[in-house]
């Protein structure tokens, strides 16, 4: 089985990036062959400084070796490193009707929070489905927000399909973790930088905690119970407490006489504690980046013979070859 997924190098890893793709990732390395690519092109469409998206890049190949991937079970590679990606995006061009991009969620969304409006913006679908076609993937995990530009590779798998020749393209399947699909932010939303309401991956005690003390709740006093249903600060500690202390935050918040600066406290402590690791990996890689760069030269190489491979077979069923 051959498994794909790809992470934005736009800033700094959240939690949200952690559990709804790095952690899948990490697990399905041991059940597949596994391709994972920083998407610096697709930073492009909301970063335009240069400097910024290179110290963004080297970034993300320390924090996807840090969080777990192992370079001798998975191909990690950078996305700009593979041209014919782009190839296999024009041929997809040729068959993506106009209406199944007017329809993506992504693209008004993000038009809707005031971000210009761009092409590559607009075309977004049809470069992310050629990043999982071009290396014949057949299992994609992704976060929830994601279900539909997966949906939307497979729709134009089968075009290409339709039209030149059952197998020309491998149409693959979406693995979504439904208990981690949606990491809320700090206000409730979609954790998201585009909305600045995540908390960083990395970073300092005393900034993660002022992050973690900003989680919106409401004005309830310390003595009064609260409610738990919708609770933000509970659906982010499940993500790192064990199930005994999820339960008894609950109970806390029931029975009153605890305040959400102290249930927030909590949060920072199992959110501390349970990336203890990946803060100890990312030093120690900090201080070899010439072994992070020649991981990701050397799974270019690999990821180039296999794209290669699917665009050779590709041209010649559309008559380029």
Known sequence: MRILTGIQPSGKLHIGNYFGAMQPAVELQDKGEAFYFIADYHAMTSMSNADTLRSNIQDLAIDLLACGLDPDKATIFRQSDIPEVNELAWILSTVCPMGLLERAHSYKDKVAKG????????????????????????????????????????????????????????IPEAQ??????????????????????????????KAIRKSIMRIVTDSTPVEEPKSTANSTVIALYKLFADEAAVQQMITDHEAGGFGYGDFKQRVFDSYWEFFAPVRDKRAELENNLDYVNEVITNGAQKARAESTKVLDRVRAAVGLR
């Open 115 to 170: 971000i210009s409006p761009n092409h590559a913006l607009f075309a977004y679908p049809t470069l992310m489905a050629a990043d999982i076609l071009l290396y014949d993937a057949e299992l994609v995990p992704v976060g929830k927000d994601q279900k539909q530009h997966l949906e939307m590779t497979r729709d134009l798998a089968g075009k290409i399909n339709d039209r030149f020749g059952e197998g020309t393209l491998t």
């Open 176 to 205: 979504i973790a439904d208990h981690t699909a949606v990491v809320p932010g700090l206000d409730g939303q979609k954790m998201s930088k585009s909305y600045n309401n995540t908390i960083p991956l990395d970073g300092g005690k």
